[in-house]
């Protein structure tokens, strides 16, 4: 079953408070109308899209995820995903040198402040403009404070688990829990509050937040080829009808004025995630599960570099993938 709808990156509800909001900054471009989200089978779609399925609107992108049940959470466990804010990662940011979690602390905080020594990694201090309570927070590193902001997986782990992930990889989904997009720095609370929640239960309490938010979700569910739930399609779905011209982007970084204490520079400036539409090969990765889906995709062969190049693909180790 394929489910039709808008796609943006950006936005949630609380718990107790569902109903989809405005975007107030949604970008407003003319897109054909588009169907409910289906039940059919012949509706189905493939649930490794082709790199292509990844431009355009939000209600493309929605369009072309599966619509499943949940799976069963047996097995669960976060170390599924690999060890926690990994730089062992293939994703964006993998292989710096920071841990994950201080590469998004840099890229989303203001007025940050690193910690000498540390080699430009690790974020004492800043100010979080927070997406999902619309308020600014002071994050000061301790014991006692350093909860105040958390770092949330736009989907949620447990979501993922359920929707697809458990026939990945140990390395997809290490890469899906270190990806920059599908990471926030968030309000601490809100962020408990949403645990493991989709959509069709959870959204954040700024509506101005939520197309976007939902957009990223979509985004994420594509890229990683995970589904979604009848109900978790109609609340994205839902959202995405007070902005249906948003279309698939990464956000840029956030970051601003960096202050390395005891140190003039920082080794490791702030990372960025780039701006604007998702037009494959340059704008976001491109994941083949085998050389059989690059071909379907019609991207072989990959060279190195190329987005979905991965030395798994590439036998003869010579640069040159599904040849």
């Avoid at 936005?11 to 989200?37: D, E, K, N, Y």
């Avoid at 072309?64 to 097995?75: D, E, F, I, N, S």
Wanted: with cysteine; hydrophobic share 40%.
């Amino acid at each position: 079953m394929a489910v039709a709808a808008v796609l943006t990156l950006a936005g949630c509800t609380s718990a107790t408070s569902r109903s989809p909001g405005p975007s107030a900054s949604a970008p407003r471009v003319h897109t054909p109308a588009v169907a409910s989200p289906a039940t059919s089978a012949s509706a189905a779609q493939p649930s490794q899209p082709q790199p292509a399925a990844l431009a355009g609107t939000a209600v493309a992108g929605l369009a072309l995820l599966l619509v499943k049940g949940r799976a069963p959470m047996t097995g669960y466990a976060r170390s599924e995903f690999g060890d926690a804010w990994s730089d062992d990662n293939d994703a964006p940011f993998g292989h710096n040198g920071c841990d994950t979690r201080n590469d998004i602390l840099r890229r989303d905080l203001h007025q940050t402040v690193l910690k000498s020594g540390s080699n430009g990694c690790v974020a004492l201090s800043g100010r979080l403009d927070d997406p999902y309570t619309a308020t600014a927070i002071s994050f000061v590193r301790g014991s006692a404070t350093s909860s105040r902001v958390q770092i949330d997986h736009v989907v949620a782990l447990g979501d993922a688990w359920q929707s697809g992930a458990q026939q990945a990889t140990a390395q997809q989904r290490q890469n899906l829990a270190n990806d920059p997009m599908n990471l926030l720095a968030v309000d601490g609370p809100a962020n408990q509050q949403k645990g493991a929640a989709n959509a069709a239960s959870w959204l954040p309490a700024n509506t101005s937040f939520r197309c976007s938010y939902v957009a990223r979700q979509v985004a994420v569910k594509l890229k990683y080829g995970l589904w979604v739930t009848s109900a978790e399609g109609g609340a994205i779905a839902r959202v995405l009808s007070s902005c249906r011209g948003q279309l698939l982007t990464v956000e840029p970084g956030a970051a601003g004025p960096v202050t390395v204490r005891g140190s003039a520079s920082a080794s490791h400036p702030p990372p960025t995630t780039p701006a604007g539409p998702v037009v494959p090969p340059t704008s976001v990765a491109a994941y083949y599960p085998n050389c059989a889906a690059v071909r379907a995709a019609g991207r072989a062969p990959l060279h190195r570099g190329e987005p979905g190049y991965r030395a798994g693909l590439d036998r003869d180790n010579d640069g040159v993938a599904c040849e």
